[in-house]
Each structure stands twice: as structure tokens, then as C-alpha cells.
């Protein structure tokens, strides 16, 4: 009975020492919800950055759709207008309907600026296809502009997560000195989680973004050369214009010319103006005999 009555107070002391140690023992947060939310979560202040960086990301993507289309580079009733007026040799009704806010696209702007520089230009419409060239390349420089952002997106992203994933590792680091029992393995998992969430939504956003940057590399490239096929053959009709006449002034001088000729070489002949070479020929031979 001593016995059992000394080994009732050491048990006591006992159980009340653990429960003091369990009660000091920090109480650690567990990762429970699998969710897309509570994975973002548990990636940290980076993770929502990279979220925030994934809404930039789409808003270049719809932008890009909206400007790389071939309607909104070449509208059908700007190239049916122009036609229209370059036709008619109406240069300067052409110049004031590329300057119209609903005829605004790449072909306008860049045929716009070349007649514009080539009306006021010494060399006239000879300055016209390097002054659409100019403009095509500066209007083709803005569209690679919007372009390159998604570029930039899809460099950024796999850096931020790298980050992230590296702030994840001190923090493991830093629980495995301090820590110990199970609080250690649960901080160290929560730790783990938050670094390769981190790696996981860098490159969750920069996969994509390089794909639809590859993607629409392309297709400016394509509709460039199609709108600068356009732009050629409608640079082609201003010049064919100038052309023909300058061609008709010039075969009207030549006629002139011969029929001046003629003129002077008639009476040139009746009133002793310089005889034809196979006359003078005759001449001395006849003398000769």
C-alpha cells in the first residue's frame, strides 16, 4: 500500500509534465485542401502574384487576337475605296479616306503616309513605294510591340516561380533547425508545397505564353506580306497612272520633233539646205566620171 501510495503522486507528476510539453509544442497547419484555391494559397505572396501575372497574360492573348486578323489589317471597304480613287487619279481623296477614323488599319496608314510623302516629295509617286515600305515596317514594329509583352510574360513567369520556389527551400531549411517531432515533418511538407506550387503555376503560365507567342510571330509575318502584296499592287495603279501619262506627253514631243524635222528639212532641200548623204554620194561620183 506505501508503495502504491508513492508510485499515484509520481504518475500524476508525470502526466501533467506531458501535457504541459503537448501544450507547448507550436500546433502547425496541415495543407488539407486540395483544391485550385487552397494550392494558391499555400504557394504564398508569390503565387498570387503569379496569378495576378496569368490575367495580364490572357489580356495580351485576346488583345493579340483582335489586332492580328486580316480584316483588321486590310478592311475590304478600304481596299475597294482606294482602288476606287487611285484609279481615278483622285490622290487627294485618297490621302483624306485613309485619314477617316473608320478606315483606320495597317493598309490605310500605310498607304496613307506613302501618297501623303509622295505629294509633297520633289520625285513625285517615284517616292511612293519606299514611303509605304517605311510605314508598313513601322506598323508591322507595333504589332511585334504587343507581341513582344507576351514574350516578356513568358520569360517572367518561370523566373517569379523560380522565387517562389527558392523562398519555399529557406523556409524548410530554416524549420528543420528549429523545429523538432511532428511539428518538424509538417512544416517541412507545408514548406515543400509552397516551393514547388511556386515552380509548378511559373511554368503552368509560361508554357502557354510562348506558344501563343510563337504563334502569333507567325501569323504577323504572314499577314504583312500579304497586306504589303496589297499595298504593292495599289502603289502599282497610282504609279501606272502617272505613268501612262507621262508616256503620252512624251510620245506627243517625239512627234513633234519629227514632224519639226521634216519641216526644216524640206525646204532645207528645195533652197539649198544640206543634202541626204546617198545625194552627195551621187554627186561627187558623177563628177569623178
Same mark, same amino acid.
Given at each position: ?31 488539407? %485542401? *486540395? ?35 486580316? %480584316? ?65 515596317? *513601322? ?11 507576351? *514574350? ?11 522565387? #517562389? ?15 523538432? #517531432? ?19 503555376? #511559373? ?54 520633233? #519629227?514632224?519639226?524635222?521634216? *519641216? ?26
Amino acid at each position: 500500500m506505501h508503495l502504491i501510495d508513492q508510485l499515484i503522486p509520481m504518475l500524476s507528476t508525470t502526466m501533467l509534465a506531458v501535457q504541459d510539453a503537448a501544450a507547448a509544442t507550436p500546433t502547425v497547419a496541415v495543407l488539407t %485542401d *486540395r483544391s485550385l484555391f487552397g494550392y494558391i494559397a499555400a504557394g504564398g505572396v508569390v503565387a498570387i502574384i503569379l496569378i495576378m501575372l496569368s490575367v495580364v497574360a490572357l489580356a495580351l492573348v485576346v488583345a493579340n487576337l483582335i489586332a492580328v486578323r486580316r %480584316d483588321a489589317m486590310a478592311k475590304p471597304e478600304v481596299i475597294v475605296g482606294l482602288e476606287g480613287f487611285l484609279r481615278e487619279r483622285r490622290v487627294e481623296q485618297a490621302i483624306a479616306f485613309c485619314k477617316l477614323p473608320e478606315s483606320g488599319c495597317f493598309l490605310a496608314r500605310g498607304v496613307g503616309e506613302g501618297l501623303s510623302k509622295s505629294a509633297r516629295s520633289q520625285f513625285g509617286y517615284l517616292e511612293l513605294k519606299p514611303a509605304m515600305e517605311e510605314a508598313g515596317a *513601322r506598323e508591322a514594329e507595333r504589332l511585334d510591340r504587343l507581341n513582344y509583352a507576351l *514574350r516578356v510574360v513568358s520569360d517572367l513567369a518561370p523566373m517569379l516561380g523560380l522565387l #517562389g520556389t527558392v523562398i519555399g527551400i529557406i523556409k524548410a531549411f530554416a524549420t528543420i533547425g528549429a523545429a523538432e #517531432g511532428v511539428a518538424r515533418s509538417t512544416q517541412l511538407s507545408n514548406n515543400m508545397s509552397e516551393a514547388l506550387v511556386n515552380t509548378a503555376l #511559373g511554368l503552368g503560365i509560361a508554357i502557354p505564353c510562348l506558344v501563343m507567342h510563337a504563334f502569333f510571330k507567325r501569323r504577323i509575318d504572314g499577314l504583312v506580306t500579304e497586306v504589303g502584296d496589297i499595298a504593292e499592287r495599289l502603289a502599282m495603279m497610282a504609279q501606272g497612272g502617272l505613268g501612262q501619262g507621262g508616256a503620252g506627253e512624251a510620245n506627243a514631243g517625239q512627234a513633234g520633233a #519629227g514632224q519639226g524635222a521634216g *519641216r526644216s528639212a524640206g525646204p532645207a532641200g528645195v533652197a539649198g539646205g544640206p543634202r541626204p548623204v546617198s545625194a552627195a554620194v551621187t554627186a561627187s561620183g558623177g563628177q569623178g566620171s
